[in-house]
């Protein structure tokens, strides 16, 4: 009775202290659908946060390199001042000569080197942060990465004030903060696991995925406010809120069931571990003898797992298109001519989260469908080839009128920003507890990092080519992202087939092959 006795007890110090002080103020443990109502809410937050900081760059990129001579670009707002050179020099950037070294002939291609450093380092880190993810105390992993992430961001935007001009500087503060940045999306997603069985998977992860583009609409929005008060403020506010976040995330992040001390069986319709069909797997391990006695997925091992490679590769060029997007589509705005004006910095900022809001119904809407069909492939697939022709529509008539600008901005966000919503989420789940592991649920996010991180490699490319090929032409440049599209729809190809077949034996009555083989004979 003794060691029986103290078992409460141990558990209520695991429990995070938000949990602890919840439960007191109720005078009761919390139920299970409140811990994963806390467990949305929170990483929804977090990762929100996570895409606040990362969007920054983008909205601040126009400040930093206001034209580019390679392509004659002539801004309205260029104005000459008749003050002296000294104060011409301290407000500059708000003049639009931009911030050196970015304001040169080579700024475009530098602000690539950035991006394509800071998402190189994301993806190497990824790998790494998927493997300890699956032996690591999640909640305490996730808190460093998110405070790291808030201090080396906020750092890139101290050059302002300490009037650094150094690219090195710039360079290095940005491949840390990649770095701090990958330990966020195996974490969210393998605490979501914990909670949250396979039952409208995709809907769920779907609609849990507008974190994403609401972290983008939200750090475009805050970032092109505080432009104005010099760009600095763009990276320290960003920064520090997701520093506070992080440490939310620390007192209220329930990790698992098991870390405080939740029962399962209070919740028969949403628990994991509900007895009987496929509908019932859990997304990650769960009972505490289970735990001691699987060991975490190989690396080596998860790529095995059927379906993850295509997945990984059809995800590279998918988010090569949409952190292009992502990084450069505020730059394109406010150098593209829109009924014959240019759009200040701040105003394409605010322009381009129109794409993030049409990627949050693009992410609902692939999650939904691959619901209903029960086919990941064919929608991922469907919707990368629909992306093509939007992203042609977008480039050659997106500068009629604004109207015309913002709707098919909308339709390239919804097509383009599904699959990559749906890759990410709800197929990296499917995976990471696929039939194969025979039972082990200790791979999702190892499965979820390699899928992402491979991606993220993608993510680092297209950055990077599209600083160098925008200085001659954005026509090209979007001619690259068709041809990505492209070919990530094509990588599905043989899963695709594999799910229509599928679809059409699961059509055929039952008794169909019987009748097969018998006219068979017949005809012989």
């Known amino acids: 009775m003794g ?97 050196a070294p970015f304001n040169g002939s080579d700024g475009s291609a530098l602000l690539g080197e950035l991006d394509v450093a800071f998402l190189a380092v994301y993806a190497f880190g990824m790998y790494f ?36 001009h150094s690219f090195y500087y710039y360079l290095i503060v940005q491949m840390i903060a990649g770095l701090f940045q990958s330990t966020g999306w195996p974490s969210v ?9 396979k039952k409208k998977r995709g809907l769920i992860m779907g609609i849990w995925n507008a974190h994403t583009s609401v972290g983008n609409i939200s750090g475009s929005l805050i970032a092109s406010a505080l432009l104005s008060y010099g760009w600095g403020w763009s990276f320290v506010v960003p920064g520090l809120l997701i520093a506070f976040i992080g440490l939310s995330v620390f007192l209220l992040l329930p990790v698992s069931p098991e870390s405080v001390g939740a029962d399962r069986e209070e919740d028969l319709v949403d628990s994991p571990r509900k007895n009987g069909g496929e509908v019932t797997e859990p997304l990650l391990g769960s009972d505490s003898d289970t735990e001691i006695k699987e060991k975490a997925v190989g690396f080596i091992e998860a790529w095995k797992i059927p379906g993850v490679a295509p997945f990984a590769f059809c995800l590279f060029f998918a988010k090569l298109v949409a952190y292009t997007f992502l990084y450069w589509l505020p730059f394109y705005i406010s150098h593209t001519a829109i009924e014959g004006k240019y759009l200040s910095s701040e105003a394409a900022g ?34 990368m080839y629909c992306a093509i022709p939007a992203l042609y529509f977008y480039r ?82 979007f ?15 043989r899963l695709v087939v594999d799910e229509v077949v599928a679809r059409v034996l699961e059509s055929r009555p039952q008794g169909g092959s019987q009748s097969t083989s018998q006219d068979e004979e017949v005809g012989v």
């Open 3 to 99: 060691p029986l006795g103290e078992l409460p007890v141990l558990r209520n110090h695991s429990k995070p202290l938000g949990i602890r002080f919840l439960e007191y103020i109720k005078k009761g443990k919390l139920s299970y659908k409140t811990h994963q109502a806390i467990v949305l809410i929170v990483t929804f937050l977090a990762y929100t946060s996570y895409h606040a900081t990362r969007k920054t760059t983008s909205i601040v990129k126009s400040a930093l390199d206001p034209q580019s001579p390679d392509i004659g670009l002539k801004f309205p707002w260029r104005i000459t001042y008749l003050s002296s050179p000294a104060e011409n020099k301290r407000v500059s950037w708000v003049l639009g000569d931009g911030w």
């Open 129 to 164: 942060s998927g493997h300890l993810g699956d032996r690591m105390n999640l909640r305490i992993f996730l808190t460093v990465g998110m405070v790291g992430t808030g201090l080396f961001t906020s750092l890139f935007g101290v050059g302002y004030w300490a009037n650094i």
């Open 189 to 197: 997603v393998a605490v979501v696991g914990n909670w949250f069985g």
């Open 350 to 383: 605010n322009l381009s989260t129109f794409f993030d809001v049409g990627g949050v119904l693009g992410g609902i809407l692939a999650g939904h469908i691959s619901d209903r069909v029960d086919a990941r492939a064919i929608t991922a697939a469907t919707f």
């Open 396 to 477: 050659t008539y997106g500068h009629i009128s604004m109207t015309m600008n913002i709707a098919l901005m909308f339709i390239c966000g919804m097509f383009v920003n599904g699959p990559y919503a749906l890759i990410t989420t709800a197929v990296s789940a499917d995976l990471g507890t696929h039939s194969s592991l025979k039972g082990n649920s200790k791979a999702l996010a190892t499965v979820t990092a390699i899928i992402d991180g491979t991606g993220s490699v993608g993510a680092a490319i297209g950055p990077l080519l599209t600083g160098y090929i925008s200085a001659k032409s954005w026509s090209a440049v």
């Open 479 to 493: 001619t690259m992202l068709m041809g990505a599209a492209l070919v990530a729809g094509l990588l599905l190809t």
